[in-house]
Nanobody, 119 residues
Framework: QVQLVESGGGLVSAGGSLRLSCVAS????????MGWFRQAPGKERESVAR????????FYADSVKGRFTISRNNAKNTGYLQMNSLKPEDTAVYYC????????????WGQGTQVTVSS
């Protein structure tokens, strides 16, 4: 299995940028599809962006299209979420997750990193 550790969260003003990182250890990172999810207080967890094991396919929630970019560097066992033009409604705990390539369920989760966007 794989262990995931996120970093890069923090407090930023509206319109600002942050880059989240997710470092994987354990099994070969390139065996997994990866995703970023978020959960705001009182709301359900939602998918933000996903990327295939090779990086060749990506998916974005409508709410972040054009502002967020997901990427990965398999040689560094690291995934990224570049977040630009941040809005107060992006405030949430952000989690990275991994699933065996071709599977539906994300089985492996990081501990989360807080992102707070002030207006």
């Amino acid at each position: 299995q794989v262990q995931l550790v996120e970093s890069g969260g923090g407090l930023v003003s509206a319109g600002g940028s942050l880059r989240l990182s997710c470092v994987a250890s354990g099994r070969t990172f390139s065996s997994y599809d990866m995703g970023w999810f978020r959960q705001a207080p009182g709301k359900e967890r939602e998918s933000v962006a996903r990327i295939s094991w090779s990086g060749g396919r990506t998916f974005y929630a409508d709410s972040v299209k054009g502002r967020f970019t997901i990427s990965r560097n398999n040689a560094k066992n690291t995934g990224y979420l570049q977040m630009n033009s941040l809005k107060p409604e992006d405030t949430a705990v952000y989690y990275c997750a991994a699933r065996d390539s071709g599977q539906y369920e994300y089985r492996y989760w990081g501990q989360g990193t807080q992102v707070t966007v002030s207006s």
